[in-house]
């Protein structure tokens, strides 16, 4: 009795021991000089603190596996009960897998004083590529934020961090900053670089950009002025500015979007649990994370519908999402500019006038009245226009005017007013979508668009 008893006793404190083993040597979130990380089966780093936390190890994809020998990606993904199937944030070497059947990986610092990834050989699959240091003091830590940083030990400065590095993710403590790119997976299932990039819009630091390789896929703001078309809501982008801009519009929260997606039960703290994510499809989405169950609930996502890609019929073409099928036409006037690409679905070569405008030896030119129409260009703002006939003239005055829009202080159309404003369109006008609601008020937008009158006969047409 007192003997079993006694083993009992010993059985027990050694399972207590095993784990407590278990965790010391496993639960950890740095990595030093001496003591790597290893590509073995439950040797990860798991981010310490509360609430979300992160783990990051070694991973492979069904579509990774590349020669079917099973890639091998050093990555980082939200951790615990629910992070099955897994939500990857961050590669290391997402161009780069380790092939082969043998499990060699390991990321460590290497005797340069970077962080590595590297095989059995020593062949290198992902660097910090930092100046050579022999500094035996630097250490690695996966931060509660899910940052990966690599610490200088003596002045403690982060000499390289994986949030100024992302892949395809943007998560709560990162800043946008020009330097900053979030890029897709090839696929769902495929770490490499896609197609679609995410980024700040060079030409205008408040706005931002999806590309499609080297085409502009999608912008959240498509001109300027007073009649903006602005894709994004303002916690989106107080997201993206780490909060430094703040939101206007409290009402402007993603509760206010979140018609997207029901039956989600919000996290107290709104954005601790939130990313933004590039899509392989091309999406830019962003969503919070339930951690009590691992589900995301979508807030919002855009291009949300064929019509909200960038300039998706081409000049002088107008998009239709009409009865959710989407449709390219030319405006009045125009034909396609090149009808083989456009029979085939092709659109971005957009439309082109019939007959040239500005003919001094025909009839002067015409102007089409079109409403509720979205036009994407940039204009130019003419203050002598403060009446609509004087904001025509100017128009027909220059022959790279292609389209005018009048409006009275009072916002309708065709009013004497002081307040009056006149814009003038003078490049291709680009982005037209038909049905368009503008979000800051604009009730009856018409822009009136300059046409040869040979080319339109007799009817002046209102769409
Ligand atoms: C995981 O689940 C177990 C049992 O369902 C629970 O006791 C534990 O707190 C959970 N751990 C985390 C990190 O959520
Ligand atoms: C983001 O904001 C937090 C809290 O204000 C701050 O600690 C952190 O340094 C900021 N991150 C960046 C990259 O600016
Ligand atoms: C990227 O785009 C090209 C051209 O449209 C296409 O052939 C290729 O499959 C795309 N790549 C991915 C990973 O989607
Ligand atoms: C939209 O669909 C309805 C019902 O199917 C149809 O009556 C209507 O003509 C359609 N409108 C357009 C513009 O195609």
């Given amino acids: 009795m007192k003997a079993s008893m006694g083993f009992g006793m010993i059985f027990l404190t050694f399972l207590l021991l095993g784990s407590h083993f278990r ?49 091998r990606y050093v990555g980082i993904w939200y951790s615990g009960n629910h992070s099955s199937p897994r939500t990857v944030v961050w590669v290391a070497n997402r161009d780069k897998p380790i092939l082969g059947s043998a499990s060699t990986g390991v990321l460590a610092i290497a005797e340069d004083g970077n962080l590595k990834v590297l095989d059995g050989d020593g062949k290198v699959y992902f660097s910090t590529d930092l100046e050579s240091s022999s500094s035996v003091y630097r250490t690695v830590k996966l931060m509660g934020s899910g940052n990966l940083v690599l610490i200088d030990g003596q002045s403690g400065d982060y000499l390289w961090q994986s949030f100024k590095n992302p892949t395809d993710t943007f998560l709560p403590g990162m800043f946008m900053d020009e330097n900053l790119k979030l890029i897709s997976w090839a696929s769902r299932e495929d770490p490499r670089s896609g197609n679609y990039t995410f980024q700040i819009d060079p030409e205008d630091n408040n706005q931002f950009l999806i590309m499609k390789r080297t085409v502009w896929y999608w912008k959240s703001d498509q001109s300027g002025g007073s009649i903006r078309s602005i894709e994004m809501p303002e916690f989106v982008a107080a997201f993206l500015s780490n909060f430094s801009t703040s939101m206007n519009d409290q009402n402007k929260s993603p509760m206010q979007y979140s018609n997207l997606f029901y039956n989600f039960s919000i996290p107290q703290d709104l954005f601790a649990n939130a990313r933004l994510l590039m899509r392989s499809s091309g999406e830019i989405e962003f969503s919070i994370r339930d951690n009590r169950n691992g589900l995301w609930g979508l807030f919002w ?14 000049n002088f073409g107008i998009c239709s999402n009409r009865n959710r099928s989407f449709t390219c036409e030319c405006l009045p006037g125009f034909q396609p500019d090149s009808p083989d690409n456009w029979n085939y679905g092709d659109f971005s070569s957009g439309c082109a006038r019939k007959s040239p405008v500005c003919n001094m030896n025909m009839k002067p030119d015409a102007f089409l009245n079109l409403k509720l129409m979205k036009v994407g260009s940039k204009f130019s703002t003419y203050s002598g226009g403060d009446v609509e006939e004087k904001c025509k003239e100017e128009c027909l005055s220059n022959c790279q005017c292609q389209a005018y829009f009048y409006v009275g202080l009072n916002g309708r159309s065709g009013t004497r007013n002081a307040g009056a404003s006149c814009l003038i369109w003078t490049t291709e006008l680009s982005n037209l979508q038909k049905d368009y609601q503008y979000t800051d008020g604009i009730k009856n937008f018409s822009i009136s668009i300059r046409v040869a009158a040979s080319d339109i006969g007799i009817f002046l047409l209102n769409m």
């Fill in 23 to 71: 965790w010391v040597c496993f639960a950890r979130d740095t990595i030093t000089v001496q003591d790597l990380l290893a590509d073995k089966e439950g040797e990860t780093l798991i981010s310490a603190g509360t609430g979300t936390k992160f783990e990051l190890g070694f991973f492979s994809t069904p579509e990774g596996r590349i020669d079917g020998g099973g890639g």
């Fill in 301 to 314: 996502s855009e291009p949300r519908e064929p019509c909200s890609v960038y300039n998706p019929c081409g």
